[in-house]
């Protein structure tokens, strides 16, 4: 069993560039969450998807975009990348109602200059 | 709106045992996680409380009260592999959870 995949694991971009970031969920799970993490601080839930639909979404603006497979992995995009974007995203599998919580990737540290 | 709360640090020595306390308000829920998390790296699960109660699982014990809108994590026989951050976080339902700030464990010989 494969437990959660994301690429690439740290990434450097400009402001104002945009960028995707990718995740491959574990095995049997339907259900793709993602995080934003600061430094010293907890995971920010930007949104979820299940089944290839949106299924909840934080209090990030629209210039946070997803999409999620018929395979279940998922992208998550950002335009107009801002300094303050600079964090580790994290994307999170799980299964719908399951109560192991999320399996996370070892995720990808974005750096914006 | 959602509110989580943990404190930002503690420090314990080796051997000890440490409570990290987390308090709740949230619009709705399911459950309550604890999450550990080492520098550069992925929160792994701990323990997850759906009733009231204490759940132990070794070394570390986790206890929920709803109505008050309480948890703690308890480490005991502390080793300085624990030394990382504990995230406290809550289940909303439809599969959602939401994450308090977490607290980094310094872990003295």
């Known amino acids: 069993e494969t437990g959660v995949t994301q690429s690439p694991t740290h990434l450097i971009k400009t402001r104002g560039q945009q960028v995707t970031l990718r995740c491959s969920s574990q095995s049997g799970h339907n259900t793709v969450s993602w995080y934003q993490q600061a430094l010293g601080q907890g995971p920010q839930f930007i949104f979820q998807?299940?089944?290839?639909?949106?299924?909840g979404r934080g209090n990030f603006p629209p210039r946070f975009s997803g999409l999620q497979f018929p395979n279940y992995s998922s992208e998550l995009n950002v335009n107009a990348l801002e300094l303050d974007d600079s964090a580790l995203y994290l994307c999170?599998?799980?299964?719908?109602?399951?109560?192991?919580?999320?399996?996370f990737g070892s995720g990808t540290r974005l750096t914006v200059v | 709106g959602q509110n989580i709360d943990q404190p930002t640090e503690m420090t314990a020595t080796e051997g000890a045992i440490v409570q990290i306390n987390c308090t709740y308000q949230t619009s709705g829920f399911n459950g309550l996680f604890w999450y550990q998390q080492h520098a550069g790296e992925a929160p792994t699960f701990l323990s997850y409380n759906v009733l009231d109660g204490l759940e132990e699982k070794g070394r570390f014990s986790s206890f929920l009260s709803r109505s008050k809108g309480y948890s703690y994590l308890l480490l005991k026989e502390l080793q300085m592999k624990d030394s990382a951050s504990y995230l406290c976080?809550?289940?909303?339902?439809?599969?959602?959870?939401?994450f308090g700030k977490g607290t980094r464990l310094h872990i003295l010989p």
């Open positions: 976080a809550v289940s909303l339902g439809g599969d959602k959870i939401i």
């Open positions: 999170a599998s799980s299964l719908v109602a399951g109560a192991d919580g999320y399996t």
């Open positions: 998807y299940y089944r290839e639909e949106e299924n």
